[in-house]
Each structure stands twice: as C-alpha cells, then as structure tokens.
C-alpha cells in the first residue's frame, strides 16, 4: 500500500505539479547546486534513486523512500542532525502555494490553518488523523496514526510553520517533543506564535 505523500501540491493549480521530490531536488539545486543534488543521489541505493526519477516523474512513491532521500540532503548539504529538514519543509511550501492560494491564506487566521491542514490531509495522505487545539500563544497540534520518521516529522514541522506565516503569523516556533519517533503513541506539533 503506497501513502501518497503530498499535502497541498495538487491543489497548487497544475495537475502536472511534480510532488514533493521535485520541491526537494529544486531546493537542493537552489541552495546548494547541481553538484549537490547529483551527491545525493549518489549516495542514495541504486533502486531508490531510480524511483526519485520515477516519482518526480508520476508523482508518487514510498514515504519511506521519500525520508530516505530527505536524510541523505540533511547528510549532503547541511549538518546529519535533521535541522535542515525545516527548512526544507518551508522551502515547499514556498513551491506548493503560489499567489493565489496565499491571498486565500491570508483570510484565515493562524489558528484556523490547522483546520484546513486536518480537512485536507486526508486526501492527500492515506494515513494520519489531525486534531488541534488553541492553547496560550499558539496551536497545539496532534498527528496520530502517521509514518513513524523524525525525518518527516521535522520537514512537516518546518511545512507548517510556512503555512502559519502565510496566513500572518508572526515569530512563529515549533517545538516537537512528543513524538512517535520517540516512542510516544502521537506526534505533537507544538506552534508558537503573535497574531497579526
Ligand atoms: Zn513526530
């Protein structure tokens, strides 16, 4: 059973978007060059580096080959220790959301965007439930039922920090302790953030 992995990228406007591979593979281009991404695919076994092709291609593939991929730009281009993986994250949500959509955003407030995020996810994911909450100077948001990957979970985080900050969001942080990849039962997304 693939999960799809993709949040927002097919409302983006273009049934032909390419998906999340081709956001990482223009960011590590981008930021870092050719050399860089041509590295990362070295690095990456033969079998799933043929299915980056193929999934920038099609625009689907393996989660799990997806955090691979995003384990070896964090190894490639910045420190091993996942802190790149936010950047990244928000680096596609910068792809994903064009104009018109983040004139959209910019109606909701950052509290409501957690909302939408737990409407949309399921058709996009084939696993993962959201729930939310507004605490003190922030949303508290909890994903069950989802891929157990620090990986992922740092380039979602770093994802939806973007997507508070669209929709006016100011100084916006996340913290995320709780997490399945801890062997916690949820992963909990702790934002923090000033309304406009
Ligand atoms: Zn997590």
């Given amino acids: 059973m693939q999960n799809e992995y993709s949040r927002f990228c097919f409302v983006s406007g273009s049934p032909a978007h390419e998906g999340h591979f081709a956001n990482v593979r223009n960011y590590v281009r981008e930021q870092h060059g050719d050399v860089a ?5 070295k ?3 033969r079998q799933h580096r043929e299915e980056v092709e193929t999934a920038i291609a099609v625009g689907w593939y393996e989660v799990a080959h ?5 384990r070896t730009v964090d190894r ?3 420190r091993g220790d996942l802190s790149l993986l ?3 994250g928000a ?10 959509l983040r004139v959209f955003l910019r109606v909701l407030s950052p509290s409501q965007i957690f909302k939408v995020e737990a409407r949309l996810w399921s058709h996009f994911q084939s696993a993962g439930t959201w729930s939310s909450v507004t605490v003190p100077g922030g ?10 990957d620090e990986a992922l979970c740092e380039e979602l985080a770093g994802y939806l920090v973007r997507l508070v900050q669209f929709t006016g969001g100011k100084a916006v942080t996340v913290n995320h302790r709780v997490c399945r990849s801890k062997g916690h039962d949820r992963c909990v997304f702790e934002y923090r953030f000033n309304e406009r």
């Fill in 86 to 88: 936010r950047d990244i």
């Fill in 37 to 41: 991404w041509q590295n990362v695919l």
């Fill in 43 to 45: 690095e990456l076994p």
């Fill in 66 to 70: 997806f955090a691979q991929m995003l």
């Fill in 91 to 100: 680096a596609e949500a910068d792809q994903d959301l064009n104009r018109v």
């Fill in 139 to 148: 949303v508290d948001a909890t994903l069950r039922g989802w891929e157990v």
């Fill in 76 to 78: 490639v281009c910045g």
